[in-house]
Nanobody, 126 residues
Framework: HVQLVESGGGSVQAGGSLRLSCGVSGYGYSSYCMGWFRQAPGEEREGVAG????????YYADSVKGRFTISQDNAKTTLYLQMNSLKPEDTAMYYC????????????????????WGRGTQVTVS
């Protein structure tokens, strides 16, 4: 059973930075690909960034490429999302996810029926 616990959200002014963390326990790191999704009010949940847990290959949505960086610690017990140059349109609930799909062709991430989710952490950019 995978457990994912996010932290690090908050309120920041446009142009600022935040770093999200996700503590992983259980069988989270048996997941080939893990990542971050976000959901703004009234919108669908979208994939933001992903990382393959063995090779460290990374995947990003076009909207965050060059501004966000996903990483994992050496023990693979924590997943990070460094967010720089934040914009008001980055405002959303951010979710850590395991057992996601990282598509090598499109360089995008998406969820599947196997995806496990954390409870989310709110990011507000004004």
């Amino acid at each position: 059973h995978v457990q994912l616990v996010e932290s690090g959200g908050g309120s920041v002014q446009a142009g600022g930075s935040l770093r999200l963390s996700c503590g992983v326990s259980g069988y989270g790191y048996s997941s080939y690909c893990m990542g971050w999704f976000r959901q703004a009010p009234g919108e669908e949940r979208e994939g933001v960034a992903g990382i393959t847990t063995r090779s460290g290959s990374t995947y990003y949505a076009d909207s965050v490429k060059g501004r966000f960086t996903i990483s994992q610690d050496n023990a693979k017990t924590t997943l990070y999302l460094q967010m720089n140059s934040l914009k008001p349109e980055d405002t959303a609930m951010y979710y850590c996810a395991a057992h996601i799909i990282c598509e090598s062709g499109t360089q995008k991430v998406r969820s599947s029926y196997l995806t496990s989710w954390g409870r989310g952490t709110q990011v507000t950019v004004s």
